[in-house]
Nanobody, 132 residues
Framework: QVQLAESGGGSVQAGGSLRLSCAVSGYTGRRKYMGWFRQAPGKEREGVAALYTDGGRPYYVDSVKGRFTISQDNAKNTMYLQMDSLKPEDTAMYYC?????????????????????????WGQGTQVTVSS
C-alpha cells in the first residue's frame, strides 16, 4: 500500500508562488503514474498535472500550463508541484495521488481524467488560497 502526505499549502496573493510537496512511502509497485489534483468548494475534483515516475515529459491541463511545474526527487521519495503566477481561481484543496491508468499512449492524460478515477492512493490534501 502507498502512503502519501502533502504539505506546502498556504495563503498567497495573486501572482505569488507556492511549492507543494508529496511525500511517498510504502510499495509503489505498478502505480508509476503520479498526479496532482485539486478540488474547490462546490466543484468536482479535477486533475492538474501528472508524471510518469520512470521519466518522460509531464502532462498539464490547459489551465495551469506554463504556470505550474510537476517534478520528483526519487532520492527523497517526494513529488513536487511548483505553482507560479497564482490566480484566485487556483484556490482549492490540493491532493497528490498514485494512479494506474490504462496502458495507452495518452496514459498521463488518462491518469487525470474524471477527477482521478484511475487513482487508488490519495493524500489528505493541503489547502491553497489565493487572494486578489
Amino acid at each position: 500500500q502507498v502512503q502519501l502526505a502533502e504539505s506546502g499549502g498556504g495563503s498567497v496573493q495573486a501572482g505569488g508562488s507556492l511549492r507543494l510537496s508529496c511525500a511517498v512511502s510504502g510499495y509503489t509497485g505498478r502505480r508509476k503514474y503520479m498526479g496532482w489534483f485539486r478540488q474547490a468548494p462546490g466543484k468536482e475534483r479535477e486533475g492538474v498535472a501528472a508524471l510518469y515516475t520512470d521519466g518522460g515529459r509531464p502532462y498539464y491541463v490547459d489551465s495551469v500550463k506554463g504556470r505550474f511545474t510537476i517534478s520528483q526527487d526519487n532520492a527523497k521519495n517526494t513529488m513536487y508541484l511548483q505553482m507560479d503566477s497564482l490566480k484566485p481561481e487556483d484556490t482549492a484543496m490540493y491532493y497528490c495521488a498514485a494512479c494506474r491508468p490504462p496502458p495507452v499512449a495518452s496514459a498521463l492524460e488518462r491518469a487525470l481524467e474524471y477527477g482521478g478515477q484511475w487513482c487508488r492512493d490519495w493524500g489528505q490534501g493541503t489547502q491553497v488560497t489565493v487572494s486578489s
